[in-house]
């Protein structure tokens, strides 16, 4: 077991005394925590908390000082070229930055398909539809324009249902709605709710606004100047 | 305002007074700096302007002898074969990479990605609305034309152009000349002789020659050859190679000698654009153009004919004067025979092929000019490897944030390296499309500014601007990819800025 994922497993995410520093200044001290299958879990926490630096180190892109990282039972190896970490990425986890990074010159669909396609996954494209429909991107007009033509918040729909399309066991997403007003944000939310109730996939998101979606989450984590509340 | 009141108290004064001093007093040394480089600059501008102005630089020139290396000049005069070479297997193996790839990338979900994130930019700063011909680009290409590569493709096919034409130009009038004249045999002073070099054989020992010959039934033409001047009614001049022979009779150059030599009928190369009836005037004697000839000319030499006999009345032609060569219809073995019988006197002569002529004005040509225009295609392909290297980095800059996500997102680096190259290898045939086409272009311009230029693009000179193309685009993009990693940081560039 040591060395395969148990997707079975109720615990998702094992953090254990995770800490990470930048030139000096410690970001996160000493962090532990467990994520259950099936839930939404919620960050919150100030500016410069070190809620976003969990995330991603949870995501395999920023490698911690300290501690042990446990994905699906299976301790991450930060120094192995990450290769296992992409193979896991690859097919279970979903990953929503902070911004929506597409590439603003491909359609909607393509923004979606290609990350597909890049993992040799083919694209479901009803399913796709289906997603898009869910964030409300669903008119034929907006799947053909480049991305870049899109606003802040229609961006970071189609990055929320491009982190979703491949149907990962494990979502990961940084602030999806920051730039999504409250109606639109509890709307997301709503959404994801649906699909955590209906897969079964998990949920870790980092937000600022927990206010507006403590409706739909199970657990929220408050971290505070790199600690755990 | 009580609270800014308020925070006022906890501020160090003496700590900020000397922050202050230290700001004010490295402006003051950023200041002195600056007037210091001002000052230099001014000087050296007046000093060069003086320079100039006096006219003490009229004579600058920065040279360097340098020891020969004949291997380099080998191995750069091979240059344009290889390119020509790796430019015909490479220019079809790509273009046949890119259609293989677009067939099978409608099976192969990673090929569709491959192809499709290839033909066009992730991100740009242009107008949103794209034109027709930029949609077809982008289902064949790469969706826009490497400008840069396909003025490296250019410039590498028209240096090889401009060298092939400087190499084997100077042979056309030759081999007009040579095919005017029956026999493959040369009696010559010299084994290396050739156009550029003088020569010269006796009056007696071309009699003895042309006796000998006749007598065992073998036709033997002299002729001389002079490098001269066409002055045109307008005062206009050109160089002129001229060789003088008795033709055959059927010679389409054979006429009448006129009478008196004021108006000498003469053929001259087309490339001189003189008019027939155009009269001129050829080494102080007047000629009158009664028809065109055409590929007589060389580089900055116009080719006339006339007649031996001609020649003798018109440019009285001493009797006794050597001739350059003489050619015989025979055998080489008979030849030599003949002259080993007629060179009594023992002068220096010996006995050469056509053929052997003209290679020894093709090594003339190309041990002394194809090392330069080589080097020009050289530095064609190291400009597009060079530029294409610097667009490829700078693609890479303006999409880091987009290929890290796609890397933080579990696409393989070698996936996106491979979108990478197909996307270089799409350049690249645009960019040898392009740049061949205008390297088409490039005679017509060249030919008319040099009279009896001849430069034309043919196969070998497409192929090498094809090598060039594939070169300078794939080689170029070829170390940001190794170190893709180092280019593409996932975690810096997938932060917010």
């Known amino acids: 077991m040591e ?18 520093s930048y030139m000096g200044f410690t970001v996160l001290n000493g962090i532990t925590l467990g994520i ?10 100030h500016s410069g908390s070190g809620k976003s630096t969990l995330l991603r180190i949870i995501q395999g892109i920023e490698k911690p000082d300290n501690g042990e990282v446990k994905i699906f039972d299976r301790k991450i190896d930060y120094t192995s070229s990450s290769k296992v970490i992409k193979n896991l990425i ?29 993992k040799s996954i083919k694209p479901d494209n009803l399913r796709i539809l289906e997603l898009l429909s869910r964030f409300g991107m669903d008119s034929q007009k907006k799947l053909d324009q480049p991305a870049s033509s899109l606003s802040g918040g229609e961006q970071m729909r189609v990055a929320l249902v491009r982190a979703l399309a491949s149907e990962p066991k494990l979502l990961l997403l940084d602030e999806p709605t920051s730039a999504i007003d409250s109606k639109g944000t509890q709307n997301v939310f709503k959404n994801l709710r649906e699909i955590v109730d209906t897969t079964g996939t998990t949920i870790v998101t ?22 755990l509340l | 305002m009580n609270e800014i009141n308020d925070n006022s108290k906890d501020i160090n004064k003496p700590i900020l007074n000397e922050l202050s001093l230290s700001i004010e007093a490295e402006r003051r040394k950023s200041n002195r700096e600056r007037l210091a480089i001002g000052l230099s600059m001014a000087i050296g501008s007046a000093a060069i302007a003086g320079v100039i102005l006096t006219g003490d630089a009229s004579h600058f020139e920065i040279t360097k002898s340098m020891p020969f290396i004949p291997l380099a000049q080998q191995s750069i005069n091979s240059l344009d074969g290889y390119l020509a070479k790796f430019g015909e297997i490479s220019f079809p193996t790509v273009l046949g990479g890119i259609g293989l790839t677009k067939i099978f990338a409608n099976k192969n979900s990673k090929l569709d990605f491959i192809d499709k994130i290839s033909s066009k930019e992730m991100i740009s700063d242009s107008a949103r609305k794209e034109s027709r011909t930029k949609k077809i680009l982008q289902k064949c290409f790469a969706g826009k034309i490497a400008i840069l590569a396909a003025i490296g493709v250019a410039l590498a096919s028209f240096s090889v152009s401009v060298g092939n034409e400087v190499s084997n130009g100077p042979e056309r009038p030759i081999v007009a000349l040579m095919k005017e004249i029956p026999g ?10 050739q156009p550029m070099l003088d020569g010269q054989l006796s009056s007696s020992l071309i009699n003895r020659i042309e006796m000998d010959a006749k007598e065992k039934g073998i036709n033997a033409i002299p002729f001389t050859k ?59 004697v007047n000629a009158n153009v009664v028809g065109e000839i055409n590929g007589y000319s060389a580089i900055g030499r116009e080719g006339v004919e006339m007649s031996d006999q001609a020649m003798k009345d018109c440019i009285e032609k001493d009797i006794n004067a050597p001739d350059y060569a003489i050619v015989l219809d ?36 190309e041990g002394n000019v194809k090392p330069i225009t080589n080097t020009m295609a050289l530095f064609s392909a190291l400009f ?13 800059v303006r999409n880091k944030r987009e290929l890290a996500a796609m890397s933080a997102s579990g696409i393989k680096n070698n996936v996106i390296r491979a979108s990478e190259i197909l996307r270089a290898a799409k350049d690249s045939v645009i960019a040898t499309i392009s740049g061949c086409s205008i390297s088409l272009l490039t005679p017509f311009i060249v030919n008319s500014i040099e009279a009896g230029f001849r430069a034309g693009i043919g196969l070998e000179e497409l192929a090498v601007g094809a090598a060039v193309g594939t070169i300078g685009c794939i080689g170029g993009v070829i170390k940001p990819l190794i170190r893709i990693k180092k280019n593409i940081d996932v975690s810096e560039n997938t932060r917010v800025s």
């Open chain 1, 90 to 118: 690859k097919q279970n986890i979903g990953i929503g930055f902070q911004s929506p990074m597409l590439m603003g010159n491909h359609s909607v669909l393509d923004n979606v398909n290609l990350y597909l396609e890049g």
């Open chain 2, 384 to 396: 597009a490897f060079v530029a294409m290297g610097a667009s490829m980095a700078g693609r890479l």
């Open chain 1, 206 to 227: 980092v937000t600022h606004d927990f206010d507006l979606i403590k409706d739909y989450t199970d657990k929220k984590i408050t971290i505070e100047s790199g600690e």
């Open chain 2, 226 to 284: 002079n490098l001269g001047e066409i002055t045109l009614s307008d005062g206009k001049t050109y160089n002129t190679l001229e060789f003088g022979f008795e033709p055959n009779r059927t010679s389409k150059i054979y006429w009448r000698v006129s009478e008196g030599c004021n108006n000498i009928p003469v053929y001259v190369d087309r490339s001189a654009r003189i008019p027939v009836n155009g009269n001129i005037n050829i080494d102080g």
């Open chain 2, 184 to 193: 493959n045999t040369l009696i010559t002073e010299s084994s290396q002789a």
């Open chain 2, 330 to 365: 025979s055998s080489a073995k008979e030849a030599q025979q003949i002259l080993d019988e007629s060179n009594i006197n023992h002068e220096a002569a010996t006995v050469i092929t056509k053929n052997q002529y003209l290679n020894n004005s093709l090594k003339f040509w």
């Open chain 1, 36 to 45: 259950e299958k099936s839930t939404i879990t919620s960050i919150t926490g």
């Open chain 1, 3 to 20: 060395n395969k994922f148990n997707f079975e497993t109720n615990n998702v995410v094992e953090i254990s005394d995770v800490r990470k």
